[in-house]
């Protein structure tokens, strides 16, 4: 599930930088706030990548993922953008978790077939 779910946050990552550079166009917005705003996400991102399999990880990820599809009020395509990498998400934790689980299985099942040394 780590994998899958940092691939995707590596994806928003990027997303979150250009979309910066897009609100950097708005004359209501200073570059200031664009950049902080940004950075902490695009930190956030990479902070999430580490964090994914801990408790609350996923939860924290949700979070992302509904903060991703808010910017959209700011730079409109981030609605769209958004929803893509909320469906990347669950994606990437559900299936991310039948992996996990099969991987598991497949390991039980390698142990348990291995001839005891008598």
Same mark, same amino acid.
């Given at each position: 599930?780590?994998?899958? /779910? #940092?691939?995707?946050? !590596? *994806?928003? @990552? @990027?997303? !979150?930088? =250009?979309?910066?550079?897009?609100?950097?166009?708005?004359? *209501?917005?200073?570059?200031?706030?664009?950049?902080?705003?940004?950075?902490?996400?695009?930190?956030? /991102?990479?902070?999430? /990548?580490?964090?994914? +399999?801990?408790?609350?990880?996923? #939860? @924290?990820?949700?979070?992302?993922?509904?903060?991703? !599809?808010?910017?959209? =009020?700011?730079?409109? +395509?981030? =609605? @769209?953008?958004? %929803?893509?990498? %909320?469906?990347?998400?669950? #994606?990437?934790?559900?299936? *991310?978790?039948?992996?996990?689980? %099969?991987?598991?299985? =497949?390991? #039980?099942?390698?142990?348990?077939?291995?001839?005891?040394?008598?």
């Amino acid at each position: 599930m780590r994998t899958l /779910c #940092a691939s995707t946050l !590596i *994806g928003e @990552f @990027f997303v !979150i930088g =250009f979309a910066g550079l897009v609100a950097m166009k708005d004359p *209501g917005l200073s570059m200031a706030t664009v950049w902080t705003v940004s950075g902490i996400a695009m930190f956030l /991102c990479l902070l999430l /990548c580490g964090v994914v +399999t801990r408790p609350g990880g996923i #939860a @924290f990820g949700w979070a992302l993922q509904i903060a991703l !599809i808010a910017s959209g =009020f700011v730079v409109p +395509t981030m =609605f @769209f953008m958004g %929803a893509i990498f %909320a469906a990347l998400w669950w #994606a990437s934790v559900h299936y *991310g978790r039948k992996i996990d689980k %099969a991987r598991a299985r =497949f390991a #039980a099942q390698a142990g348990s077939s291995t001839p005891d040394a008598a």
